[in-house]
């Protein structure tokens, strides 16, 4: 049974197509979405891509509308259309991929079409007629690809960092608690997988969460300055061909207002239509976090290994059955998930910097790389941040006793007796443990090297972990 689809006729620069009724988005959207279907990523995936053109397409319908190159009821159609966008309406309309050809510009056509469409049906017209509201003479008007889109990126990730606070920090406050729940567990500390000195299990937690906090202060602090630095205004090249003198001044105006942040125009706009420095210090920073994240979960598959005949120290909930041969086997999925996750940001970062580098003379081409890549990342440390706090970090629980009996075995120490016997004793209490199998402990009472009283102030848990104060 054929269905018959409702078309309109649509023409551009190579002929014409015909678009579905219900689309949004017209002809030069459709061509990219026969041309690139290469991700399954589509820009309608990243919401915070979306309302950013939106917001980029307003601020500038509104400087056009002060210079009056557009009048008031092409604006207000514009202003309604872009506000519609932003209100998580339409979404659906734009499914160009993310990775394309053209250096944004199927992407800037696909915001530009909905747009004009959107309005088009608010001033009362039909989808297609635009000769009322037209996607490149109106909604395009004193703009380029060039700058519409890397501005509309760099507004839509300071979004998207915003949103990633929130599992960034539940993510630290719950090693933060953890470090307070195991603040008197002491446990052997380990260099290169060999016994070092004793710490706690709380101050192993309270590092993690100490690390994090560091990444997260410096994205914080860093990150949305350098990303409020935009070229709108300089359309094709930076040079600003086809605007009005004060036409990037009243855009830049209103996309501040817009975003409720402080967005100031680049001092070179030649140069920051084609350097993507700042995309590759975020993706950067993105990928310190990922390492950092990874080598946190790597210690947590480490301390849980077990549950016989690893260290043990601390228990992992059992989220799922970890073999199909192997009864009662459960492994540590969610730190492996965590790594995986790593990884693909890790991969990420490189992707980035290949892109920024491979830019040619006024434009860099494979800046859609450069979105695609920088969104996803944001997307899957946040999701990943929450499944490990939620599914692993808050459910932990410490093998106390099991920590201690290694402090009480471990050769590791005698480190704490060196400032009382002096190395060249301490050298030999420690060989002859290894050669014994004895405890280190036992072989110092056994020759009354130190006084009972002397070796349990040494031994206090406040002595062990912290500089000792003098008497």
């Known amino acids: 049974m054929n269905i018959k689809i409702n078309t309109r006729t649509e023409k551009d620069l190579l002929g014409f197509k015909e678009i579905p009724e219900s689309c949004y988005y017209g002809v030069q959207t459709l061509r990219a979405i026969e041309n690139f279907n290469l991700s399954q990523s589509k820009l309608s995936q990243f919401p915070h891509f979306v309302k950013a053109l939106a917001k980029v397409k307003s601020a500038c319908a509104y400087s056009n509308f002060k210079l009056n190159k557009i009048d008031e009821n092409k604006n207000n159609a514009i202003q309604y259309a872009c506000q519609e966008i932003l209100n998580n309406k339409y979404h659906e309309q734009f499914m160009v991929d993310m990775i394309q050809g053209g250096a944004g510009t199927s992407t800037n056509m696909n915001i530009n079409e909905v747009v004009a469409n959107i309005g088009l049906e608010y001033l009362g017209h039909s989808k297609g007629e635009y000769q009322y ?61 060999q016994d070092a000195v004793p710490m706690t299990l709380g101050q192993e937690f309270g590092a993690f969460a100490a690390t994090l906090q560091s990444d997260l202060n410096k994205l914080n602090q860093i990150m949305p300055d350098a990303l409020s630095v935009v070229n709108l205004g300089g359309t094709a090249i930076g040079t600003g061909i086809n605007t009005e003198v004060k036409y990037r001044e009243y855009a830049i105006e209103s996309l501040s207002e817009i975003t409720q942040r402080k967005i100031s125009s680049a001092p070179d706009l030649i140069e920051a239509t084609s350097d993507m420095g700042d995309f590759v210090l975020l993706s950067s920073f993105l990928k310190r976090t990922a390492t950092k994240l990874s080598k946190i979960a790597n210690d947590l598959r480490l301390l849980s290994s077990g549950p016989r005949a690893g260290l043990g120290e601390i228990y992992l909930e059992p989220r799922q059955p970890g073999s199909s041969i192997m009864p009662g086997k459960v492994n540590p999925v969610i730190p492996e998930a965590m790594n995986l996750i790593c990884y693909q940001v890790i991969a990420n970062d490189l992707a980035v910097t290949l892109a920024a580098e491979a830019g040619q003379l006024q434009l860099n081409a494979m800046e859609p790389l450069i979105a695609f890549k920088l969104f996803e990342s944001i997307e899957l440390l946040g999701k990943a941040m929450q499944m490990f706090q939620l599914k692993c970090i808050d459910t932990i629980r410490a093998n106390a006793e099991l920590c201690q009996s290694q402090v009480e075995n471990s050769i590791g120490i005698i480190t704490a007796l060196n400032p009382y016997l002096g190395y060249e004793t301490t050298t030999r209490i420690a060989k002859l443990a290894n050669e014994t199998g004895q405890g280190v402990l036992a072989l110092v009472k056994a020759e009354n090297l130190i006084s009972e009283q002397v070796l349990a102030d040494i031994l206090a848990v406040k002595n062990m972990v912290h500089p000792k104060q003098s008497a």
């Open 133 to 193: 509201l037209h996607p490149n003479n109106d909604v395009n008007m004193s703009q380029s690809t060039n700058d519409v889109y890397p501005t509309a990126i760099k507004v839509g990730l300071i979004s998207a960092i915003e949103q990633l606070n929130t599992p960034f920090t539940n993510l630290i406050g719950s090693f933060k608690a953890k470090s307070e729940e195991f603040s008197d567990i002491l446990k052997m500390g380990r260099t290169q997988l």
